[in-house]
């Protein structure tokens, strides 16, 4: 069974930078396209953005494109980040990554279609 953490979270100013990393335990990504999600409160979970298997391609969600770059570790298949950059107040909520399965170029858009979930990491963005 895959676990996932996240980690990287935590208190900021706006315009500061946060990098969260998802790490995969007893077992890989190696079949997996990476997301990260967010839940802010109040709101619904939405999917900010998504990464192939082969990394040679990403989704973003309007409001953090430009600002926010997911990556993964394709050595050892064990590790994703995302890259948070510009952190507005709008930014709080709680981050998830999560991983499913995929073929080599395909994102799978919705939440439904990934299988395991981290744990969450809170960002809070401060103004």
């Known amino acids: 069974q895959v676990h996932l953490v996240e980690s990287g979270g935590g208190l900021v100013q706006a315009g500061d930078s946060l990098r969260l990393t998802c790490v995969a335990s007893?077992?890989?990504?190696?079949?997996?396209?990476i997301a990260w999600f967010r839940q802010a409160p109040g709101k619904e979970r939405e999917i900010i953005g998504a990464?192939?298997?082969?990394?040679?391609?990403?989704?973003y969600e309007n409001s953090v494109k430009g600002r926010f770059t997911i990556s993964r570790d394709n050595v050892k298949n064990t590790e994703g980040y995302l890259q948070m950059n510009s952190l507005k107040p709008e930014d709080t909520a709680v981050y998830y990554c999560?991983?499913?399965?995929?073929?080599?170029?395909?994102?799978?858009?919705?939440?439904?279609?990934?299988?395991?979930w981290g744990q969450g990491t809170q960002v809070t963005v401060s103004s």
């Open positions: 990464i192939s298997r082969r990394q040679d391609s990403s989704i």
């Open positions: 007893g077992g890989t990504f190696a079949s997996y396209a």
């Open positions: 999560a991983a499913g399965r995929a073929g080599p170029w395909y994102i799978p858009p919705a939440g439904y279609e990934y299988q395991l």
